[in-house]
């Protein structure tokens, strides 16, 4: 049991140190905001839709990859998070699933800007981490247990493999369906894991009033998808 604890801390750790600033809400708070879109709005396929809400991080969502290969692992985040690869995601998607997955794969891009514009507010009044810190920044403060889950469906898969093969047709990095059933594995142990108590109180003493911008990113995915 001790050596289990010791190995999920260094992992989480992994987590901490490699996913910081580059997520633009972290995967709690974007599936937190799609759970209560999805109660204003009622999705087709609401496990879809909540999946979508956190896939564009799934390039940096082994902490491995993302510790160990940086430099690759950024640069995907981009291209997994530019227009023209969710123009080919909307493209493709042509069953209530699929549509329903790009919903939240919109609804996460255009709330990133918000996290974002928060992010330099609380670091200016002296935050130690922005907002998007995992296990540290807003998800502590939504943190609950069990959060959630996501399922990246053999369909959705087939979507965002095909959508990568026509936006990024010379690019030598190809998702497959293992590394998506891998993506799905560490999303859902972070979205399940722990998080300190302490990490809550610290968090809102910088971000106390993070529900100014979370109202404004429910609001902006009900836009998006409307």
Known sequence: MKKL???????????????SSALAWAPVTHYKIGQEVNRLEPQADVRAFLTGTVLPDMALSNPMEARFDRANALKRQQMFHAPEFYDALEGFAF?????????????HLGTDPIEEAYSRIGLSRGAPYPADMPYKGVDAILWSRPNGSIT?????ATLIIAAWNYTYP??????????????????????????ARTAKAQAERWYY???IPIDQSVQTSLQIIN
């Open 5 to 19: 604890l010791v190995i999920v801390s260094i992992i989480v750790s992994l987590f901490i140190i490699t996913t």
């Open 95 to 107: 069953t209530p699933e699929l549509k329903s997955f790009v919903n939240g794969y919109h609804t």
């Open 170 to 195: 010379d690019s030598k990095w190809k998702p497959t369906y293992q590394w998506l059933a891998s993506v799905q594995r560490w999303m859902n142990f972070y979205l399940n894991g722990y998080v």
């Open 152 to 156: 990246i469906t053999s369909t959705i």
């Open 209 to 211: 009033d993070w529900r």
